[in-house]
């Protein structure tokens, strides 16, 4: 590996991204001068034992090894460039990693505040086939915190307009979206759009060194090629050139190859948008390098003295409830659940899914859409469907139906495929 790319480590909370990040750490493979740098995209849905977790190894990281580690999370706020109308366009800020509070302002969102902004700026649930949270939770805003980071700023700039109060208007969210091909009925696009309404209009300034405890000594003069006014490239003949340091076991070498395919797609025709894939960017994952499965991660963590507090089954997982997973493993969890005490208002309760899924699926009756699929009255985070799958999941668990053992262990062998 080429000594001057920096190393991002895209560290997802989890057992195996932790155990690479604690090797790296160990054998000094990170070098803060370098511009190497930790990265843990928030998207608010994350298990309270992940935050834990992640907190334990943030302070490893940066305290014992001085290698900066930064909660991020997605943001939009108010501008009225280029359009000459207001609306709501996607950023990210950096977080502290304490839960967000009266007392403190900066800290991380754990009750799907971010998950729910996203979903209101685009007014529909991502799904298998439109996988709008990867997309925009972790590939933009860690493509974004890339092209400030390898800038060698201090800071971020501030984002958005110097009003009091929110500017955008009902007038503006219906030109929008009929600029931009959209057909949906006034009133329910009106209702869909005022959670992100509602949220912060304003990105403020942020200094780099305010949001981690490491020291920060970046200095890579051969970053400053890529960097026009500014920002870092990441596409283009300008692009920087970094090597992304991926949790990935040897046991998942289907997703390290769709990957560094896509990667390679990247180079000859993607578009230079961060929400696509950079041009270049480098792809080092150092448990499939050594061949490392599931069952060795878990038996290096059983050896040290902290571990995640989540079993090691697979069941669990840190988006607990990831409409990726099977219905089988959906209903096994919140069956599971029953017998916990867990606030409804937060996603670690398959209440909060209930009433994210009934907000924002489109009512294709009162959308007035063709129907394609038979009974087909809803398209939400499994596609066409004729009643709400989060509630029907509910529903069998509180009437005692116990889920198909066989369903689940096919399901078993299914892997976390978010960042694929």
Same mark, same amino acid.
């Not at 900066?106 to 799904?127: K, Q, T």
């Not at 606030?343 to 924002?360: A, H, R, V």
């Given at each position: 590996m080429n000594n001057q790319k920096p190393y991002v480590v895209k560290f997802s909370g989890g057992r195996s991204s932790a155990m690479m990040l604690m090797k790296l750490l160990k054998n000094n493979q990170l070098n803060p001068k370098r511009g190497d740098v930790i990265i843990f995209n928030n998207t608010s849905c994350e298990h309270s034992a992940t935050y834990e977790f992640t907190r334990k190894i943030q302070k490893i990281a940066e305290e014992k090894y001085?290698?900066?580690?930064?909660?991020?999370?997605?943001?939009?706020?108010?501008?009225?460039?280029?359009?000459?109308?207001?609306?709501? &366009?996607?950023?990210y800020k950096l977080v502290n990693n304490q839960p967000f509070s009266n007392?403190?302002?900066?800290?991380?969102?754990?009750?799907?505040?971010?998950?729910?902004?996203?979903?209101?700026?685009?007014?529909?649930?991502?799904?298998m086939l439109s996988r709008t949270c990867t997309q925009s939770m972790k590939i933009f805003i860690t493509n974004a915190f890339l092209s400030d980071w390898f800038a060698q700023k201090s800071s971020i700039e501030r984002l958005g307009h110097y009003g009091?109060?929110?500017k955008m208007s009902d007038d503006d969210v219906i030109k929008t979206h009929k600029n931009n091909g959209g057909s949906v009925p006034k009133n329910i696009l009106l209702r869909k759009k005022d959670f992100v309404r509602n949220c912060a209009f304003v990105r403020e300034k942020q200094n780099f060194q305010?949001?981690?405890?490491? *020291?920060?000594?970046?200095? *890579?003069?051969?970053?400053m090629s890529g960097v026009v006014g500014n920002k870092a490239q990441l596409y283009g003949d300008q692009a920087l050139d970094y090597v992304s340091v991926l949790g990935l076991r040897g046991d998942e070498q289907r997703r390290i190859v769709k990957i560094k395919n896509r990667i390679e797609e990247a180079q000859e025709n993607q578009g230079k948008s961060l929400f696509n894939q950079p041009h270049g960017e480098n792809i080092y994952a150092p448990l499939v390098d050594n061949n490392?499965?599931?069952?060795?991660?878990?038996?290096?963590?059983?050896?040290?003295?902290?571990?995640? &507090?989540?079993?090691?089954?697979?069941?669990?997982?840190?988006?607990?409830?990831?409409?990726?997973?099977?219905?089988?493993?959906?209903?096994?969890?919140?069956?599971?659940?029953l017998s916990q005490n867990?606030?409804? *208002?937060?996603?670690?309760?398959?209440?909060?899914?209930?009433?994210?899924?009934?907000?924002?699926?489109?009512?294709?009756?009162?959308?007035?859409?063709?129907?394609?699929?038979e009974n087909a009255k809803y398209v939400g985070f499994f596609g066409g469907i004729?009643?709400?799958?989060?509630e029907d999941i509910k529903n069998r668990v509180? *009437?005692?139906e116990e889920v198909d053992p066989e369903l689940l262990k096919l399901d078993s062998a299914i892997p976390c495929n978010c960042t694929d």
């Open positions: 001085n290698i900066p580690f930064f909660w991020v999370e997605y943001q939009t706020y108010e501008d009225s460039s280029n359009t000459y109308q207001w609306s709501r &366009k996607p950023s007392n403190n302002l900066g800290g991380y969102h754990y009750r799907g505040e971010v998950f729910e902004e996203m979903i209101s700026l685009s007014g529909f649930l991502p799904s009091n109060s929110p305010d949001w981690t405890k490491a *020291n920060i000594t970046i200095d *890579n003069k051969n970053l490392i499965t599931g069952e060795q991660v878990i038996e290096f963590w059983e050896q040290q003295d902290f571990n995640l &507090k989540l079993s090691n089954t697979g069941l669990f997982s840190n988006c607990l409830y990831c409409p990726l997973k099977s219905k089988a493993k959906l209903q096994q969890i919140a069956t599971l659940q867990i606030d409804k *208002n937060t996603p670690e309760s398959i209440d909060w899914w209930i009433n994210i899924e009934k907000k924002y699926s489109r009512d294709l009756v009162a959308e007035k859409r063709p129907i394609a699929l004729s009643k709400f799958v989060f509180d *009437n005692g």
